[in-house]
């Protein structure tokens, strides 16, 4: 069966309490629901920014 999945991501604390998740989400419903493709919401990276964990930014 056909599965679409979306990866939802934001890097920092200030994204997660904005719309960004929200907006992210809708989008990738809404493509799927264009195309009649079930979207599995599991893919997640939420408020780890990869850029300060690589480089030794993160506090």
Known sequence: ???AYS???FSTPEQA???SLRRQTAK???WCNERG???DNTLRDLG???YNVCFG???
């Open 1 to 3: 069966m056909l599965k």
């Open 7 to 9: 990866y939802i991501r």
């Open 17 to 19: 309490r904005g719309d």
């Open 28 to 30: 990738a419903e809404a």
């Open 37 to 39: 493709i079930p979207l």
């Open 48 to 50: 780890v920014s990869a």
């Open 57 to 59: 930014m993160q506090n």
